[in-house]
């Protein structure tokens, strides 16, 4: 199995400010499939990035996801008050296994 | 407008059965792979299980092999989760999902918590 490890656990930023979150693997993960998802409280999931660098639908282009093998990043490049929230990377090139990060919380210093 | 409504949650004690269903619509279900997803109160995300289109594929995470089985029925558009000799830390909110892009999920329904306690 894969282990996925989200630093820093808690980043504290203000708004305008460049965010970002590492993600790093156990093992590489096979042909980059990892995925970047947002998660505000009391809500589902939001599909962010898919294979590593891909914007999802609809997410703005402040949001880019970077890197390969064991080592990713989600950047935000201008933060804005709504993307103070949980961020999750998957990893889903382990099959049968997927596994999540931790999590990453960002929170408004 | 693609919806994923999940059911069937609830109390029950250690040991206990219950089955989650999840009515799908807004796509063409019978397309797609699909999941579910748990996460304990105040805890992270974990893969539970995935189906594949016609249902004659599943694969489960380690911590719930054997104890739960995931189905589909296409021509209900439905997912059901049926979960058997539930423990303590199984309590989660269960979330069903659908499969976009090797195993990333687009979509994620509102969740429907599970709760086992005595």
């Known amino acids: 199995e894969i282990v996925l490890t989200q630093s820093p656990g808690t980043l504290s930023l203000s708004p305008g400010e460049r965010g970002t979150l590492s993600c790093r693997a156990s093992q590489s993960v096979r042909d980059n499939h990892l995925t970047w998802y947002q998660q505000k409280p009391g809500q589902a999931p939001r599909l962010l990035i898919y294979g590593a660098s891909n914007r999802a639908t609809g997410i703005p282009d402040r949001f880019s996801g970077s890197g390969s093998g064991t080592d990713f990043t989600l950047t935000i490049s201008r933060l804005e008050p709504e993307d103070f929230a949980m961020y999750y990377c998957q990893q889903c090139g382990d099959s049968p296994e997927i596994t999540f990060g931790q999590g990453t919380r960002l929170e408004i210093k | 407008e693609v919806q994923l409504v999940e059911s069937g949650g609830g109390l029950v004690q250690p040991g206990g059965s219950l089955r989650l269903s999840c009515a799908a619509s807004?796509?063409?279900?019978?397309?797609?792979?699909m999941y579910w997803v748990r996460q304990a109160p105040g805890k992270g995300l974990v893969w539970v299980s995935r189906?594949?289109?016609?249902?004659?594929?599943?694969t489960y995470a380690d911590s719930v092999k054997g104890r739960i089985t995931f189905s589909r029925d296409n021509a209900k558009n439905t997912l059901y989760l049926q979960m058997n000799s539930l423990r303590d830390e199984d309590t989660a909110v269960y979330y069903c999902?659908?499969?976009?892009?090797?195993?990333?999920?687009?979509?994620w329904g509102q969740g429907t918590l599970v709760t086992v306690s005595s």
């Open positions: 807004g796509f063409t279900f019978s397309g797609y792979w």
């Open positions: 189906i594949n289109p016609d249902g004659t594929r599943t």
């Open positions: 999902a659908r499969g976009f892009f090797y195993d990333s999920i687009d979509y």
